[in-house]
């Protein structure tokens, strides 16, 4: 079976740009989630989807938002975007009440200048 | 102190020997425990998952949970050089929630 799909996964942005990522979660995976993951970090929660409703907040920054669309895919907003958000961006995605067990996507490497 | 506390690495072993890895968590309501692998710049490898008491092994693999003591743990029989990496414990509350992940050991096994 196909796995999560990210796009894209390289991405350059000067600051105060805007930026779109997309997650495209497994078949039958009706919640998604998004983490960052800085340098020699470990991955931090930003933000859950449930059947198209917001499941939980973390430490997302107000500057981005988050939606999921009827398809089940997802996409996080990113504006003024500044240095410290060079990171990875992850997207996993589970079947909600079974197996309870998250798979990753490949991620988006965004790199801020 | 973080909810997920991983031992300090990085830790080192021969090939062909057991790699140890241990976690322990701070939230008692606890109820899912991972183990995701990570190779450097790429994502999460789910690799072991545990819920209940014991262990649980999967090939090379033996997850163990105490929730009493709350610490769960990897044990990797027969070390290969492919398994260097990054360990990365993780626990979550709950089936619908986030994931809570320690800092990582970075494991090296030696040919």
């Known amino acids: 079976a196909a796995g999560v799909i990210q796009s894209p996964r390289h991405l350059i942005k000067e600051k105060r740009e805007t930026a779109t990522l997309k997650c495209y979660p497994i078949s039958r995976h009706d919640t998604v989630y998004w983490y960052q993951q800085g340098p020699g970090q470990d991955p931090q929660f930003l933000i859950s989807f449930y059947e198209k409703m917001q499941s939980d907040k973390g430490s997302i920054p107000d500057r981005f938002s988050a939606q999921q669309f009827s398809d089940y895919h997802s996409e996080l907003n990113m504006s003024s975007l500044e240095l410290g958000d060079s990171a990875l961006y992850f997207c996993?995605?589970?079947?909600?009440?079974?197996?309870?067990?998250?798979?990753f996507g490949p991620g988006t490497r965004l790199t801020v200048t | 102190q973080k909810e997920v506390e991983q031992n300090s690495g990085p830790l080192s072993v021969p090939e062909g020997a057991i790699a140890s890895l241990n976690c322990t968590y701070s939230?008692?309501?606890?109820?899912?425990f991972f183990w995701y692998r990570q190779y450097s710049g790429k994502s999460p490898e789910l690799i072991m998952s545990?819920?209940?008491?014991g262990d649980k092994e999967d090939g090379r693999f033996t997850a163990q949970l105490n929730k009493a003591s709350q610490y769960v743990s990897l044990l990797i029989r027969d070390s290969q050089p492919s398994d260097s990496a990054t360990y990365l414990c993780?626990?979550?509350?709950?089936?619908?929630?986030?994931?809570?992940f320690g800092k990582g050991i970075t494991l090296s096994v030696r040919p």
């Open positions: 993780a626990v979550k509350p709950g089936a619908n929630s986030k994931l809570t």
């Open positions: 939230d008692r309501v606890s109820q899912s």
């Open positions: 545990i819920y209940s008491n």
């Open positions: 996993a995605s589970t079947e909600s009440g079974r197996d309870y067990e998250q798979y």
